[in-house]
C-alpha cells in the first residue's frame, strides 16, 4: 500500500498554505478491510478540518457520496462543534493523493464509525481557537464564550475565526494522551443548533440546475469514447470472436483485444454503439450454469435437515423441543443494485512528468481499491494512479469493484488519449456484482408476557472468499465474527433481549 | 446542422450529426444536465423540452431537433441565476437523494404544470409516470410539485 507521508499529506491538502488545521484520526472500524484495502498503514482513514485565513471551514468529506448524505450529517457535527452553519463549510471530495486511504463507504457504517472522531476533531479544533481569542483578548479562557462564528467575551467583546488564523499556516496534531476537549455534539443536556435539524444537503443546487457532478459528466479535451465486451458470467472466456465487421463502422479509432478483453474505441457515442453491435462472440464457461444446483445450495431447509451447525451455547435454553410462536422462512431472490446511473468513469494516460501516469474520474464506493486495482492492472506504481472521485447516481453497494474503471483504464492506455465509458443497462444487468440469492428461517419464540425470549435465524447463502481463497459464487457482506468461504450456511440466533439466547456457527458448502 | 438551445444557436459539426439529441448536449455543446440512464426512453432522467414540450433526448435523433427550440435543465433559471420556482422548490422540500433523474423530473414537472397548473395526485401520477427514481422521491416530488404549483400561481 502507498504510504502517503504526514507532510505529503499536509502539502497536497494544502493545509500548509495557510490557516489552522487540524489532522486526526478514524478509528478502528473506520479502517478498511473490504473489498481491499486490506493492509492500513498509521496514516489510514486520516481526515482533516482546516479554517482558512478567511475563516470558511473546509473539510475534506471522509466519505464516498452517493446521495446517503453521510457528509450531510458528518458536516453538521462540525458546524455543531464550530458553532457555524453547514453552508459556512466548505466541503470537498479529496481524490486518492490528497488523503491517505479511506476506508470502502459501504455497509450503513458511516455516522456509527465517523461522527465521534470528527466531532472529537472540531471540538479539538474549536478549543486551540479559543485559546488563540484568549490570547488576543488578554482574558483567561475560561472567559472565552461561544459565539456564532468565533468567540465573545461576556462583556461582547467579539473575535470571529478568521481574526485568529494567518496565511502562515499550522498544524494541530490531534494528541488522543490529553484529555477530550467537551464534545457538544453527544451532550444531551445541550440543545443543538445543528445536529438532529433538517438541512439541505450541500450540493443539492448543484443537482437542481443540472451542474456537472457524475463522472460521465467529466469534460476532458480530446476525449475518446469506448465500450468492452462483458462476459455473461465471472470468468467466462471468448470462445469464438469475429469483428470483421467493426473496421467498416465510421468514426472507429480502434478496435482493442487483449486476451479475454475485447472493446472499441470511437470518435462518437453511436459509432461505440454501431461498433459494438458489430462483434460476434462465444463463450466458454468455466462452470456450467446449473440453477437446479444453486436452487439447492441456497435451501435453508435442506441445510437445516442437516442438523445442527457446530456452534457454542451460552446458556442452556437452546432446546430442540422449544414451542416456537412464529416460525417464518424467507427466500431472497438475486437482486441487481440497478442504481439510476449506469456505471461510467474517464482515464486519461499522461507524459512523464506529470504528476500522475493514470488519472481515473469515475463514481467509486471505494476509490483507494480502484487506484490499487488501476495500478496492478497497469503494472503503474500506485503512486503513479490517482482516482478522483465523483458523486455517485446511486450505489447501494454495487460500485466497490475496479469494473467500468478497467475498460475505460485499458482503452484509453490503447490509444494513448483520454477515453469515457459509460455502460449500457444491458452491462449493469449482465456483468454488474449482484446480491446473491438466500434462504432464511426465522423462528421467534415468547414467554407468558409475550416478550420474545429467543429468536433463531437461520440463513443460507453464497458469499464472497477473501483474496487469496477458494472462489465462491458472489460477493455479500459477511455476518460479523464469521469467516468468508465458499458458500456458508450461517446459523445466527440473535440477541435482541437479555434473555435471548446466543449460538453462534457456519460451516462450508460441501 | 443548427440547434437552438436555451436560447442559444449551435453548430453541429457533422461528425455529430447522426448522433442522439442527449449526446450532442452533453459532449458536443458540453451541456450534461440531462442524464442517459436505461438509453431507451423509459426512465425519463434524459427530458428535455422541444418546443414547449418534454422529450427523452435519448432516443431521439439530434436531426430532428434541428431548428427547433431546446429546453434543457442548464436554461431553466433565469440570466441573473434566480431559480424558476420549480428548482426552488426542489430544493425547498429537498428533493434529490442521488439526485441521477432530478434533471428529467424536473423537466417534467415543468411540462405538466405548463399543462395543469393545478395538478391533483393523480395528474401528478400521469404525469409522472415516465420518470423512474431508483431513491424512492416520489414523496418529496409530489410535495414540490403541488408547492411550485402555487408559487407559480403567486399563492404561496
Redesign the interface.
Known amino acids: 500500500m502507498t504510504k502517503l507521508s504526514r507532510r505529503k499529506f499536509l502539502i497536497a491538502t494544502g493545509c500548509v498554505a495557510g490557516g489552522l488545521t487540524i489532522v486526526y484520526k478514524l478509528r478502528n472500524r473506520a479502517m478498511a478491510s473490504a473489498p481491499t484495502i486490506i493492509f492500513p498503514n498509521e496514516e489510514s482513514g486520516a481526515a482533516w478540518l482546516q479554517i482558512r485565513p478567511d475563516g470558511v471551514c473546509r473539510m475534506y468529506f471522509p466519505r464516498q457520496d452517493m446521495g446517503q448524505n453521510a457528509n450531510t450529517g458528518l458536516a453538521q457535527i462540525v458546524a455543531e462543534e464550530l458553532n457555524i452553519e453547514v453552508d459556512d463549510i466548505e466541503g470537498i471530495l479529496p481524490n486518492t493523493s490528497a488523503v491517505p486511504p479511506l476506508a470502502v463507504t459501504a455497509a450503513s457504517m458511516s455516522l456509527t464509525a465517523f461522527s465521534r472522531p470528527t466531532a472529537l476533531a472540531a471540538a479539538t479544533l474549536r478549543e486551540s481557537l479559543r485559546a488563540r481569542a484568549a490570547e488576543r483578548l488578554d482574558q483567561p479562557v475560561d472567559h472565552i464564550l461561544d459565539d456564532s462564528g468565533g468567540f465573545r467575551t461576556a462583556k461582547e467583546r467579539k473575535v470571529s475565526y478568521a481574526d485568529l488564523v494567518d496565511e502562515t499556516g499550522a498544524v494541530i496534531e490531534f494528541d488522543d494522551s490529553k484529555p477530550a476537549p467537551a464534545i457538544y455534539t453527544f451532550d444531551s443536556s445541550r440543545k443543538k443548533t445543528q445536529v438532529g435539524h433538517t438541512i439541505t444537503p450541500p450540493g443539492t443546487l448543484k443537482l437542481v440546475t443540472g451542474e456537472p457532478v457524475y463522472a460521465a459528466d467529466t469534460r476532458i479535451e480530446g476525449t475518446l469514447y469506448g465500450r468492452a465486451l462483458q462476459p455473461p458470467v465471472r470468468n467466462a472466456h471468448i470462445a469464438t470472436l469475429d469483428t470483421s465487421g467493426v473496421d467498416h463502422v465510421r468514426g472507429l479509432v480502434r478496435l482493442v483485444h487483449e486476451d479475454n478483453f475485447v472493446g472499441v474505441v470511437c470518435e462518437t457515442p453511436s459509432a461505440v454503439d454501431a461498433a459494438m453491435a458489430k462483434i460476434n462472440v462465444t463463450w466458454d464457461l468455466e462452470q456450467p450454469i446449473n440453477q437446479e444446483e444453486i436452487d439447492r445450495l441456497v435451501d435453508v431447509d435442506i441445510e437445516m435437515a442437516k442438523g445442527d451447525l457446530e456452534h457454542v451455547l451460552q446458556d442452556d435454553a437452546h432446546r430442540k423441543d422449544i414451542d416456537w410462536d412464529i416460525d417464518l422462512r424467507f427466500d431472497v431472490q438475486v437482486q441487481t443494485h440497478a442504481q439510476q446511473e449506469p456505471r461510467a468513469a474517464v482515464a486519461r494516460f499522461n507524459d512523464s512528468g506529470a504528476d500522475h501516469v493514470l488519472e481515473i474520474w469515475t463514481g467509486t464506493q471505494d476509490p483507494w481499491a480502484i487506484k490499487r486495482s488501476a495500478a496492478m492492472d497497469t503494472g503503474l506504481s500506485q503512486d503513479d494512479v490517482v482516482v478522483y472521485p465523483q458523486r455517485m447516481g446511486g450505489g447501494f453497494g454495487g460500485r466497490e469493484y475496479y469494473e467500468v474503471e478497467r475498460d475505460a483504464v485499458r482503452l484509453a492506455r490503447a490509444v494513448n488519449r483520454p477515453v469515457k465509458v459509460q455502460w449500457t443497462r444491458k452491462d449493469e444487468f449482465t456483468a454488474s456484482r449482484c446480491r446473491p440469492a438466500s434462504a432464511h428461517r426465522l423462528r421467534i419464540a415468547t414467554d407468558s408476557r409475550q416478550s420474545v425470549r429467543l429468536v433463531v435465524w437461520l440463513c443460507v447463502r453464497p458469499c464472497r472468499p477473501r483474496e487469496g481463497a477458494d472462489g465462491g459464487l458472489a460477493a455479500i457482506r459477511p455476518s460479523p465474527g464469521h469467516r468468508y468461504g465458499r458458500n456458508k450456511r450461517c446459523y445466527r440466533p440473535l440477541s435482541s433481549a437479555a434473555s435471548t439466547r446466543r449460538v453462534h456457527g457456519c460451516r462450508s458448502a460441501n | 446542422m443548427k440547434l437552438k438551445v436555451n436560447g442559444t444557436v449551435h453548430e453541429v459539426a457533422r ?2 450529426q ?3 439529441l442527449l ?1 450532442v448536449l ?2 458536443h455543446l ?11 426512453g423509459q ?1 425519463g ?1 434524459c427530458v428535455v423540452h422541444i418546443d414547449g414540450r418534454p422529450a427523452n433526448s435519448c432516443v431521439m435523433p439530434v436531426a430532428s431537433a434541428a431548428g427547433r427550440d431546446i429546453l ?3 436554461g ?2 433565469g440570466e441573473d441565476g434566480s ?1 424558476h420556482p420549480i ?1 426552488q422548490c ?2 425547498d422540500e ?10 428529467g423530473q ?1 423537466m417534467q414537472a415543468l411540462a405538466l404544470l405548463k399543462e395543469t397548473p393545478s395538478p391533483d395526485d393523480d395528474d401528478i401520477d400521469r404525469a409522472m409516470s415516465g420518470n ?4 424512492g422521491t416520489y414523496d418529496r416530488i409530489r410535495k414540490s410539485i403541488k408547492r411550485a404549483a402555487l408559487v407559480m400561481q403567486g399563492m404561496d
Open positions: 461528425e455529430w447522426e448522433e442522439t449526446s452533453r459532449e458540453g451541456l450534461t444536465g440531462s442524464r442517459l440512464s436505461c438509453g431507451i426512465c432522467a434543457t435543465i442548464e431553466l433559471a431559480l428548482q426542489w430544493i429537498n428533493v434529490p437523494q442521488c439526485g441521477y433523474c432530478q434533471s424536473i423512474l427514481c431508483r431513491c
